[in-house]
């Protein structure tokens, strides 16, 4: 099969717009990665023997399936007890979920490499534990985890494609309609090949950028 560049100029538009969802869901579903992550990883250190358990159980149970069949839960399995999802939605909560169990070990890590004399210096100063965390703790530990945060958000980047399985329509989605539309796979696949390599360069390269960037501050 010869490769069509009129084909290319056809599809061209269904793929950017499935590649804004692509990009729309990997932002969303960081944010929930993120912010489930940072309750994790504070359940994990937490000095309530059963929280930590729990939270132990929750996070290796979510790590050890694969994402594929959570996601086949959540958009095929929940509406059979009452509840609903849309692809978009059910892949935003498998995606955030699934990673937020990485993530968690990542904040852990970073929060561990805090000086335990800021600890003592908080309570010393009667600093509560919510002033502790927020005004000693994570702002200490953010900046060195960065790099591998960022790491996991291109991670779900490149995870996207796997949400084609439950109807999302974003970069892969859209190639695999063309293609089964046209019977021609040669370029659908191979612009999303591309569109993903872009992408992830780019991401990162930004990455980088912000690394050295708070280097040199930390410097």
Known sequence: MDWSWEFVAEITPALLQ????????????SV???????????????????????????????????????????????????????????????????????????????????????????????????QTWTKIILPQAIPPMIPPLGNYVIAMFKETPILSAITVLDLMGEALAQANFSYRYLEPITLVAIGFLVVSLCSAAIIKLLENHLNLRAA
């Open 32 to 130: 929930v990665a993120l912010v489930i992550g940072l309750f994790f990883a504070i359940a994990k250190m937490s000095s309530q023997v059963f929280v930590r358990r729990l939270a132990f159980i929750v996070t290796e149970a979510i790590r050890r399936t694969p994402l594929l069949v959570q996601l086949y839960f959540l958009f095929y399995v929940l509406p059979d007890l009452g509840l609903v999802l849309s692809p978009v939605v059910a892949g935003v909560i498998g995606l955030g979920l699934h990673y937020s169990t990485y993530i968690s070990e990542v904040y852990r890590a970073g929060i561990s490499n805090v000086a335990a004399g800021q600890w003592e210096a908080s309570k010393a100063c009667n600093l509560t534990t919510r």
């Open 18 to 29: 499935g590649l804004a969802v692509t990009v729309q869901i990997t932002l969303i579903s």
